[in-house]
């Protein structure tokens, strides 16, 4: 399915990012059909009625201060709003014209609300009743019938949940916000978790909650790990297949722990089972996860390979999945993220980026593409360690395995302290000359990836390949051009970026 997701006829979204149908689901387990709506964008205004309660809004990003986001404002010394808050702005000006004078109350959640935790004053600014935090299958439906009839006292903290400097959760007031309260439940169980009962974009299914792995940025591993049984994951992509889907996405934030044995050792068999279902359900064609940690590349090739032929992967069907690097530093990974490469060590099992290199050889022998990210501006990062993730990209990138070059991408992403994020100072002065390398390592790579596969992975005609690949590769190149001028401008040696980590290995000539 491309393009703009399709309306029903009667102006109801046909698809939905996959959130808002599991909150759909759960409130459709109180209420019918006639009283929850999830339009689609065109219809919006045609669903807010004289009667209407409650209108709900998922955000991820809605205010551009994810990493990613960030990280453009960052090099682009961008002070304006980025895209993704006009886009969030625009959608909320619309529904407050469409409810003015009515009682219907306007309510955001999602994994993006804890950016209305820094900049709090934007709710009011926006007109926003209330950002629910957290997660709500179990408790929707008294949670907007207690914001309908302005009894949220009741059984809930008003506030929201926060991190201290050693990552453990405090709470703070504040009017504006509501989560679940401290002394009682805080995640649903697997069981208060409906299925979704309308399709989901991109024909996404979640097979599990939390992880446990225990890097100290990640608030998931603070979940509870739950795990979807093969007979749930199958239903819901079953809901998505009737509405035209051919890949089954499933979703997790580590798909190698699903289900996983001692030390997080993946296990093979519960892994094989679920994949293998859903390539069962009809009009099913493929599978692929979301997410995955590079270690167990590393340490069970045969797994990948297994993997492989159950979700049909070769040279055209290669399998995508993004995988948190974080870096190239031992020191950092260590402090950071000890137990990312379990079952492996590092330092028995080899340094990080033997890890990393090992994953990868994997990953491309049996047509995994894995999506890298690494972080710029780490908790105690030293100049050293961003060099290091220089060493580790170029190393990769200049890779073959099989005789084919080494295929992944790789996109920085910028941690921002908090007082930087309010004062809005922020520009490329505030890089390093070591933090610019990693921007420009990756840039460097990306475009090379884009060059060589734009045209080979575009769908469609030839003329609509070459037209993808045409902007693809003028985009990566215009990037590119534009990091290196102000690589220049701040006195960086691009000639010592593109050859950092290589010395003494043969290099096999890049686009640039
Ligand atoms: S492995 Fe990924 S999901 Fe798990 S704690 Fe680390 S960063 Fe979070």
Redesign the pocket.
Known sequence: MKGKPPKSEKGRASVAPYSIRKLEAALLERYSEDEVVVPHDDYIEEFIKEDTEIIGVYTMDPLGLGPLTMSYAVLFGDISKPWVRVEFESLIRRINRAREGKKAKLVVGGPGVWEFTILPEVLDELNIDLAFQGEADDIICDLFEDISEDTIGRGYFGGYQSFDDRFKRVWVAHEKFITRNFSGKQYPNLEDIPLIRNPAIKGLSEVMRG?????D?????LRPLRYYSVEMVMKEVEVNSRAGYTNAWLHS??IF?YKHGPHFTPNEEALLELFRSVTKVKGIKTTNPT?G?ISIPAAYPDLIRKLSEVMRAGPNHWIGVQV?L?TGSDRLALKH?P??TLPLRIGPDGSWQEIVTEGVRNMNKYYWRPAFTVQVGQMEETDEDNWETVALINRLSNMEVEGRPSEFTVTPMQNMPLGRIKSKDYSPEMLTQAQLAVYYASYRHLMKMAQRDAMKDSKGNIVKRTAIASILNVGAWALLYFIERICKKKGLDIEKVKRYGLEGEKVYVYAR
């Open positions: 992880c446990g792995i225990g890097c940025f990640c608030e998931v591993t934030d580590e722990a997410h940690r948190g974080e993220m137990n990312k």
